[in-house]
Every structure is written in C-alpha cells, then in structure tokens.
C-alpha cells in the first residue's frame, strides 16, 4: 500500500537552530514528492516539490529537501529557523491510480514550534 | 498558478441540513480534489471530481453523503448532506494546473456542525 510517513508529530526548536523534519514514503514506481505549510487558520502553501533530475531541491522561505530513493526518504531542512516559520508541515505524494489519473496522498503532519 | 476560490469561506450549520461548497479555478486545470481535514489531522482526499461524469471515491466516502458535481472544468461542487457534528471538518478544494502539472489548494471552507 502506498503510504507517506511522518515520525515526527511534534517538534520544537529555538529561533536560529537548524531544522530538520522527516518524511518517508511507500510506493512502488518513481514518487512525485511535495512539502506543505500550513499557517495557524490559513490554507495550504507549497514549500517545494520534486518530481525528477537534482535530488536536492530548493523552494521558498529557505526551506530545501533532499530526495534519497535508497531510504526512500524526502527530509524538509532549513539552516535557521525563524519565528514565522511556527506552522504545520505535510509531506505528500503524488502517485498515478491508474491511466492519467493522480491522488495525492499526506503525511499526517508535523507541528513545529519555534522559542524565541 | 492557479488562483482556487472557494466558498462559503466558513459556516456554522444545524444538525441533519445540508451545506453545498463550490470551488471556482481562475484557469484550466485537468483533474479536481475534494479533501477533508477535520480538527488537529492531516487531508484525507474524499473524492475525484470528474468532468461530466460521476465523482470517483475513495474508501470511506459515498455519494450519499457527499455528493460532487462538476459541469465543467474550472467548476466543482461538494454538498455535505445531512450533516452531524462529526462531519465538523475543513473541506478543501484543490485542482491540478493543465499549464504547469502543479496541485494548488484552495483555502477550505471551515464547517462547524451543531
């Protein structure tokens, strides 16, 4: 069964530390891969995606991610966090249910607190 | 990108009445989502929306319950029928872009049932 995995429910981290928040995936073929924000009362925000070619992939607000197909990994990472960056963060992916069909499935998320 | 307006932006409704939510998509997009986020959880996607044709489901969720329509392709409809405070939840609409493959999100449409 295809399934994006998020071990990390809850994570605080003091304002200009480094971030690291994990995502592991379960399917068969080559993923389309996203990231998600979600503010406190907002809607959903794009942080980044990859679907092929550099493994390493740079998207808004500082934020990168790193695709390892041998650990079946796509880790969200920021070399210093800022206040703002407090919100929910999901991992996603695209996966093809048949012919030109898509669904995307999400991670059940992980709430990030920042200390000042 | 696409711009995904949704409306009602929020509502607060009775117990066993039912509430229609419409998704309008600034520019063409291919395929439509229906997703549920209810308190503290992550999206789950209610259906497929299809052009034309009956919404596709995933398991757990019925057309009874949540009908879809979508009569053409920048337009989508979710009514939530007869409505329970477990049905408490923000439905959110999202489309992918027929120009650039990407998936955009509305803003949902935050529904409290009493």
């Known amino acids: 069964a295809q399934s994006v995995t998020q071990p990390d429910i809850h994570i605080t981290v003091s304002e200009g530390a480094s971030l690291e928040l994990r995502c592991n995936y379960s399917?068969?073929?080559?993923?389309?891969l996203f990231w998600y924000v979600q503010s406190p009362g907002q809607g959903l925000q794009l942080l980044l995606k990859?679907?092929?070619?550099?493994?390493l992939v740079q998207g808004i607000k500082g934020f990168e991610a790193e695709f390892k197909r041998s650990q079946s990994s796509f880790n969200l990472r920021k070399p210093s966090v800022h206040w703002s960056d407090a919100a929910e963060y999901f991992c996603a992916v695209l996966r093809n249910s048949g012919g030109s069909n898509y669904k995307l499935t999400f991670g059940k998320g992980t709430l990030l607190t920042v200390n000042p | 990108s696409a711009v995904i307006s949704q409306k009602p932006s929020r509502d607060i409704c009775q117990r066993g009445t039912s509430l229609t939510i419409q998704c309008q998509v600034d520019?063409?997009?291919?395929?439509m989502f229906w997703y549920r986020q209810q308190p503290g959880q992550s999206l789950t996607l209610i259906a497929t929306?299809?052009?034309?044709?009956?919404?596709?489901?995933e398991s757990g969720f019925v057309i009874d319950k949540f009908p879809i329509s979508r009569p053409n392709l920048t337009f989508s409809t979710l009514t939530v029928s007869n409505m329970s405070p477990e049905d408490s939840s923000i439905y959110l609409c999202?489309?992918?872009?027929?120009?650039?493959?990407?998936?955009?999100f509305g803003e949902g449409s935050r529904l409290t049932v009493l």
């Open positions: 520019s063409q997009v291919t395929m």
């Open positions: 929306a299809n052009q034309g044709s009956e919404a596709t489901y």
């Open positions: 399917y068969g073929a080559t993923p389309y």
């Open positions: 999202s489309a992918i872009s027929g120009n650039t493959g990407e998936l955009f």
């Open positions: 990859y679907f092929s070619g550099d493994t």
